[in-house]
């Protein structure tokens, strides 16, 4: 079966910018969608079809898929940004996740 | 607004089964594909099922194929999950989940979520 991978856990100063990245096999030819998911919540979509925003979401989210590497981006990261990423792609029968990256904001 | 309200959870012996529900409201049921997305402890996002618009099509994860039953009724706008022969390691809150998919498989995303529904297997 497909596997995405994530890095456990990213840290990112306010203000800065920080990269989540996910890999798998040609993962560039298939379309990635990101999901924010804070404490006690459920999921939200921040980024479809590798750059898509949906209506709601601030512009600092941003996405690339190339290669084998997905990239969410957030740029002049916030303290509200604080959640776990989990990326997710379409592999043959069904969509799969990543493992999740924990984004902290220190 | 669209609203994905799940009940049914609760906590079963292994070997017992549970029936999960999702009432929706706010968009046009019909039209979409739904999924059950199971979050387990320690474990990654799972589709455990998915339905389409029209229960053409019926996908199962292979953790659950042969013990779990999807099924959805578009005139009461409900999604349920028949859960049987549980195991301690299908505990974990289970998304009722609302699927974009009118671009393809390939670029489809969960669009809307419910809140979930605890599932707690233990002896």
């Known amino acids: 079966s497909y596997e995405l991978t994530q890095p456990p856990s990213v840290s990112v100063s306010p203000g800065q910018t920080v990269n989540i990245t996910c890999s798998g096999d040609?993962?560039?030819?298939?379309?990635v969608s990101w999901y924010q998911q804070k404490t006690g919540q459920s999921p939200v979509v921040v980024i479809y079809?590798?750059?898509k925003r949906p209506s709601g979401i601030p512009e600092r989210f941003s996405g690339s898929n190339s290669g084998n590497t997905a990239t969410l981006t957030i740029s002049g990261t916030q303290a509200t940004d604080e959640a776990d990423y989990y990326c997710q792609a379409w592999d043959s029968r069904t969509w799969v996740f990543g493992g999740g990256a924990k984004l902290t904001v220190v | 607004q669209v609203q994905l309200v799940e009940s049914g959870g609760g906590l079963v012996k292994p070997g017992g089964s549970l029936r999960l529900s999702c009432s929706a409201s706010?968009?046009?049921?019909?039209?979409?594909?739904l999924a059950w997305i199971r979050q387990a402890p320690g474990r990654r996002l799972e589709y455990i099922s998915y339905?389409?618009?029209?229960?053409?099509?019926?996908y199962y994860g292979d953790s659950v194929k042969g013990r779990f039953t999807m099924s959805r009724d578009n005139a009461k706008e409900s999604l349920d999950l028949q859960m049987n022969n549980l195991r301690v390691e299908d505990t974990g809150l289970y998304f009722c989940?609302?699927?974009?998919?009118?671009?393809?498989?390939?670029?489809?995303?969960?669009?809307?979520w419910g809140q979930g529904t605890l599932v707690t297997v233990s002896s």
């Open positions: 339905i389409s618009a029209r229960s053409e099509v019926i």
């Open positions: 079809e590798d750059t």
């Open positions: 706010g968009f046009s049921f019909s039209d979409y594909y």
């Open positions: 040609a993962l560039g030819q298939k379309y």
């Open positions: 989940a609302r699927v974009e998919t009118s671009r393809g498989y390939d670029s489809s995303f969960v669009d809307f």
